[in-house]
């Protein structure tokens, strides 16, 4: 074995390792009693279970010699006869299963609250990461890792529990029973037989989990494909190339289709080498009986009690293979999930962090300098600040850091010089709820959940009443689009709210951020996707909804914020002009070059 493989298989133990120190507290939560008594209860009922299951090849052995007028007077009978040792048989098998499925009906709670708490604890750590992380992420395989992740938890709980320690407990005791009650051959062949099966059974699956782990990345990578074909749909067919998709996303399956049929061939070895070891254990055994029955050492019945036990050693190593390669399996999807658990959450609170508390809503850069990457500062020595009520407006060319200013305004991202302030409070010093109840924003581009129109409006404020939200509406100009609409404000909106235009998804965000009622407002390009007319009539809704606020806008087209108390204008990161609109067209410098440049675009788009 080279270092590196070494190496890599003491990752993995390790990686195994803390899996399971995760989820050991699923298991045994502190303070919550029920979950452990459940544990307990079915653990009671497991034991019972392998109880039950020892003493069915006796009653079996019992009933078989009562046939066979062999060994009468055996006291351990009872005096049951043949066919009351029948009856217990199948009395035992029947305790057997009952105490079986009364362990997996005691322990499923248990299961799927682990599920669902891990579920609960992924998703809510996903959207406390940082704005970085989400922006490089892969939506479907990142989707596919959590649900791989989250569905191993209950088979791992399930399976290490109640199959693992239990299938242990059972050889043991067979081995002792073939100990006791024949010699040390029939319990040394049945030693050999586990010990050569655990071997190959372990070797083997060590290769496929690898198999397995190249079939994953290849379902990965076709899921991601998919996914983000999917969610570009308009993109596509703009271009033309479903072909290139379809082909993009055929040769993501292809290579997934190698690695599946490499694991099913290596899953038919595997069971064939399984069956082949059982198989001559069982033989030898069943051999060494039968020779002991003819010499008259044994009865018919200690044959049939000799099969019986071989068969329930079978039985659970057959599932020993399987358990064994989904554990494995389930550490590798679950340790995946793990890894994403512990991605760190680059914007924290501090501990301690006091609401923000905005008196007038004044915001404050103080020689700011933000850069995503160290060695490309964004934002260099910027000083701006915002006067209570006041609207300004930032302008510039694509990657001057405009939006970079938004981000930084809502804590997406903490700057790496200076201080940004509200109010006084350096936003790094207050709670990120806080700050973001205190900020509303309407982007370029809104995007809107697959629910009703209702609920999009209502997201600003969740218990707002029918009313609020219809006057919200009204303020943003949609109410009678939504009152037109056949099912009204219960109209479903699409994923990503692509059933309306852009200019009404647009002004359901305005009505969402009207309902949230924020002290402080940012408008991030609210309209330059948007055509003339439908821009206009957005900029009343907009211009009503910044009445009595502090407002930040982020500019493209210049004609929306000519009204702005003061216009900031952004050249690589710094300011190089600002004042109001008439200041800086009689300045005549970079805002005015803009203004003409633009000024003369609408005019041949209304004139075409």
Not at 50 to 59: D, G, H, M, N, R
Not at 246 to 256: E, H, I, Q, S
């Amino acid at each position: 074995m080279t270092k590196t493989t070494a190496s890599v298989k003491d990752g993995e133990r390790a990686q195994g390792l803390r899996t399971i120190r995760r989820v050991i507290p699923y298991l045994w939560p502190k303070g919550e009693t029920w979950v452990k008594r459940r544990v307990v209860l079915a653990l009671g009922a497991l034991v019972l279970a392998k109880v039950f299951s020892l003493i069915i090849p006796w009653f079996y052995k019992g009933a078989v010699d009562g046939l066979a007028n062999a060994h009468k007077g055996d006291g351990w009978t009872l005096g049951l006869g043949a066919v009351g040792l029948t009856v217990a048989y199948g009395v035992a098998r029947l305790g057997n299963v009952g105490f079986g499925e009364l362990r997996d009906a005691l322990f499923v709670r248990v299961g799927q609250r682990a599920l669902r708490a891990l579920a609960l604890e992924t998703f809510t750590h996903m959207h406390r990461l940082s704005m970085r992380y989400h922006i490089t992420r892969k939506t479907g395989g990142l989707s596919r890792i959590i649900e791989r992740g989250v569905k191993g938890v209950d088979f791992l709980l399930r399976f290490t529990l109640f199959s693992i320690g239990p299938l242990l407990l059972e050889l043991i005791m067979v081995t002792v029973v073939f100990l006791t009650l024949f010699n040390v051959w029939y319990a040394a062949v049945v030693v050999v037989t586990i010990t050569l099966y655990i071997v190959f059974t372990f070797k083997v699956t060590e290769w496929r989990v690898q198999i397995r782990r190249e079939m994953n990345a290849q379902d990965t990578d076709a899921n991601q494909k998919a996914i983000d074909s999917l969610l570009n749909f308009e993109t596509v067919k703009y271009f033309g190339a479903e072909k290139r998709e379809a082909g993009r996303y055929d040769v993501a399956m292809a290579g997934y289709e190698r690695a599946a049929v490499k694991t099913g061939q290596s899953l038919s070895l595997l069971n064939f080498g399984q069956s082949l070891l059982i198989t001559t254990g069982l033989v030898i055994v069943m051999v060494m009986a039968a020779m002991g029955v003819q010499q008259g050492k044994l009865s018919v019945g200690d044959f049939v009690m000799v099969n019986a036990y071989m068969m329930q050693i079978t039985q659970p190593l057959g599932f020993l293979g399987t358990v064994y390669r989904e554990i494995r399996q389930a550490l590798t999807d679950m340790g995946e999930m793990f890894d994403l658990l512990e991605q760190p959450t680059e914007v924290n609170d501090k501990p301690g962090a006091r609401d923000l508390n905005v008196t007038g809503g004044q915001v404050e850069f103080d020689h700011v300098a933000f850069g995503y990457d160290a060695a490309r500062p964004i934002l260099k020595d910027l000083t701006l600040t915002v006067k209570p009520g006041q609207k300004v407006a930032v302008v510039g060319p694509s990657g001057a850091g405009k939006s970079t200013i938004g981000r930084l305004l809502f804590r997406f991202y903490d700057v790496t010089g200076g201080a940004l302030r509200i109010d006084g409070q350096d936003v790094r010093d207050v709670t990120q709820d806080s700050l973001h109840q205190m900020i509303g924003v309407v982007p370029q581009d809104t995007v809107l959940f697959n629910d009703t129109v209702r609920y999009n409006i209502a997201y600003g404020r969740p218990d707002a009443t029918e009313a609020e939200i219809v006057a919200a509406a009204k303020s943003a100009h949609i109410h009678e689009f939504i009152a037109g609409l056949p099912e009204g404000y219960d109209t479903m909106v699409g994923e990503r709210g692509l059933k309306l235009s852009g200019g009404e998804k647009q002004r359901v965000g305005i009505a969402r951020t009207i309902l949230k009622n924020p002290p402080i407002l940012l408008l991030d390009e609210a309209t330059s996707a948007l055509d003339t007319q439908t821009e206009r009539d957005i900029q009343e809704a907009l211009h009503k909804v910044g009445e009595g606020r502090t407002v930040l806008t982020i500019a493209h087209r210049l004609s929306t914020i000519a009204d702005s108390d003061r216009i900031i204008v952004l050249e690589k990161g710094e300011i190089v002009e600002q004042g109001r609109h008439e200041e800086l067209l009689a300045h005549n410098g970079r805002y005015a070059a803009m203004w003409q440049r633009q000024s003369a675009e609408e005019e041949e788009e209304e004139a075409a």
